[in-house]
């Protein structure tokens, strides 16, 4: 059930920031999420509750530092107000 809720978000956001990454972004976040499809996979048939926590955490670390990694390459460490909770573009 986990996997699919982030897998529909994640592809949620793919669709929202699809036609703001440049390739190179993309093909960044594009292997860090099938590094963590791997590790939710492994997590799926860990024989233990705290194995599949762990391999877990680390699918979404290595989700985590690949969209900052694309971030960093389109805007070179740049963050917009979008990116920011709570922040408000200036007009």
Known sequence: M???ILTGIAAFGLISLGACQSEEADRVEDQAEAEADALEDMADR???EAQEDALEAQA???EARG???ANQ????GE???SEV???T???
């Open 2 to 4: 986990r996997k699919q």
């Open 46 to 48: 860990a024989p233990t």
């Open 60 to 62: 979404d670390a290595v």
């Open 67 to 69: 969209e900052e990694r």
């Open 73 to 76: 390459i389109d805007d070179n």
């Open 79 to 81: 963050i917009a107000p």
């Open 85 to 87: 909770p709570g922040a």
């Open 89 to 91: 573009p200036n007009q």
